[in-house]
């Protein structure tokens, strides 16, 4: 299996990133931002519980997070793997990841991070802001709040991986096309 972290802040283009590459490899996509959006449309108890933290910046707490990843593995486990998305964002979730893909008897692959500078970023949310819908990239003040959770609680976990051999970074920078070959050599190399 190829279990694939897409590492990065947002809108680093994991989301683009991670269309072409589950048509490539055959991998099933968890956004678990996604998930989240889906139930807040659907007025799920999940959804009207993480919409609070979603719209100021926040994270979802841990244990709902986790618990919904380890439902979502289990409803959607498959042979060829998963590409994460989003997730895992804090060293706890880190852990519980590696957790819950041994009880599959598998294991992550390797984390991949885009790697692009935060002034380009806030650029490129509030320009998808226009046509996203979503709330949380329309607001600059909570963009930057994002921001600061991912530096504060998300970026640590690229030591998590490195220290396992596991961490590879990828200039996410430039055309679709040319961040996605390199995302592709990085897989391949790993694999
Ligand atoms: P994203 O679509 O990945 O940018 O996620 C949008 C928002 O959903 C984040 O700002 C968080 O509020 C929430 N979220 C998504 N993934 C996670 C996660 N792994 N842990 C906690 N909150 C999350």
Do not use: W
Not at 2 to 29: D, M, R, W
Not at 167 to 177: L, P, T, Y
């Amino acid at each position: 299996m190829l279990n694939i972290i897409l590492f990065g802040p947002p809108g680093a283009g994991k989301g683009t990133q991670s269309s072409k590459l589950i048509e490539k490899y055959g991998l099933v996509h968890l956004s678990t931002g996604d998930v989240f959006r889906y139930n807040i449309k659907n007025q799920t108890e999940l959804g009207i519980m993480a919409k609070s933290y979603i719209d100021n910046g926040q994270l979802v707490p841990d244990e709902v997070t986790n618990r919904m990843v380890r439902d979502f593995i289990e409803r959607n486990n498959n042979d060829q793997g998963f590409i994460f998305d989003g997730y895992p964002r804090t060293i706890a979730q880190g852990e519980n990841l590696e957790q819950v893909l041994q009880d599959f008897n598998t294991e992550v692959t390797s984390m991949i991070a885009l790697e692009v500078d935060e002034d380009e970023l806030v650029n490129r949310l509030l320009e998808r802001g226009k046509t996203s819908g979503r709330p949380d990239d329309q607001d600059e003040s909570i963009i930057r709040n994002r921001f600061k959770v991912y530096n504060e609680e998300t970026s640590p976990l690229a030591d998590f991986y490195a220290q396992k051999g596991k961490f590879i970074a990828v200039q996410g920078k430039g055309s679709i096309d040319d961040i996605f070959n390199n995302l592709c050599k990085a897989i391949d190399h790993a694999n």
